[in-house]
């Protein structure tokens, strides 16, 4: 095994620097188009359904809803979410759509003010 990892690594890794993969992945993700979105349970710590600031990071299809996240979140996810809150403290409509690079704030039955 050893002797298969060497000749990988000679013959594509020493020659063109990487296999490739990465770039692939990059130029798919760029393809699609995507809406980036952060959920947070609170603007002042940031932190994410999982605890962690910015923990949470989900990738949607361009022009996506609040619907298409809160289905995500709900049965995907298993996180509770009964609404959710755009910066300004707007709540959003099913149908809004989320703006790429997006913080939003997940309300669950636990954490709504």
């Not at 990465?22 to 710590?45: D, G, L, R």
């Amino acid at each position: 095994m050893q002797g298969r990892l060497d000749k990988i690594m000679d013959m594509v890794l020493f020659r063109y620097g990487s296999t490739g993969v990465w770039q692939v992945i990059q130029s798919a993700v760029k393809c699609m188009n995507p809406t980036i979105i952060y959920p947070v349970t609170s603007y002042t710590t940031f932190k994410g359904p999982r605890g962690g600031v910015f923990s949470t990071c989900y990738m949607l299809h361009s022009h996506a809803t609040v619907m298409d996240l809160k289905s995500l979140l709900i049965n995907a996810e298993q996180i509770p979410c009964v609404s959710i809150e755009a910066a300004d403290g707007r709540l959003l409509s099913e149908e809004d759509e989320l703006e790429n690079n997006g913080i939003v704030k997940i309300n669950s039955r636990t954490n709504v003010e």
